[in-house]
């Protein structure tokens, strides 16, 4: 199976075209190239990290939007929360709590709001739901507790996603 590109000089694609192409797209096409023209070239750690960073940071945003998106409804607020904080003991998103002081100040706020709210809660809220999230909620701030010491904030200057 040939392509349009067996017919440009390697050259051309690697000089000509690479250059202006996002990191997506120089991935979708090198696999449109045959295996022996493809272009190899490793990718910054840091940048890896900072892409990870990115999807992680994205991904808890999510969760946050959902929250004051249910405003009303304070059952699935809880719900949500709960899913927010069992999210955030898994490795990959822990570390960036182990990694940045602000955060994980920010996650031990919320913990304790949390835990107050849970407490003090007027309305009437199933206690399963409750008690899951008080659970994640301990289980969370166990983990930040026995996880330390952690190193101290250091401010990067990483350039996005991009081939040496």
Do not use: W
């Amino acid at each position: 199976m040939s392509t349009v590109f067996d017919n440009l000089p390697l050259d051309i694609i690697q000089f000509e075209i690479f250059p202006f192409l996002n990191y997506h797209e120089r991935i979708n096409l090198n696999r449109c190239l045959p295996p022996q023209d493809r272009i190899r070239r490793k990718m910054l750690k840091a940048s890896i990290e900072r892409h990870e960073r990115i999807i992680i940071i994205d991904t808890i945003k999510k969760y946050l939007s959902k929250h004051d998106e249910t405003v009303h409804r304070l059952e699935q607020q809880l719900e949500n929360m709960k899913h927010l904080f069992i999210i955030l003991q898994k490795p990959r998103y822990f570390a960036l709590i182990a990694k940045y002081p602000n955060f994980r100040d920010r996650v031990i706020t919320k913990i304790r709001s949390l835990v107050e709210q849970i407490i003090n809660l007027r309305t009437p809220v199933e206690l399963g739901v409750r008690i899951k999230l008080a659970s994640e909620l301990k289980k969370l701030k166990d983990k930040i507790d026995s996880s330390g010491p952690y190193i101290p904030n250091m401010v990067e200057d990483v350039p996005g996603l991009s081939f040496q």
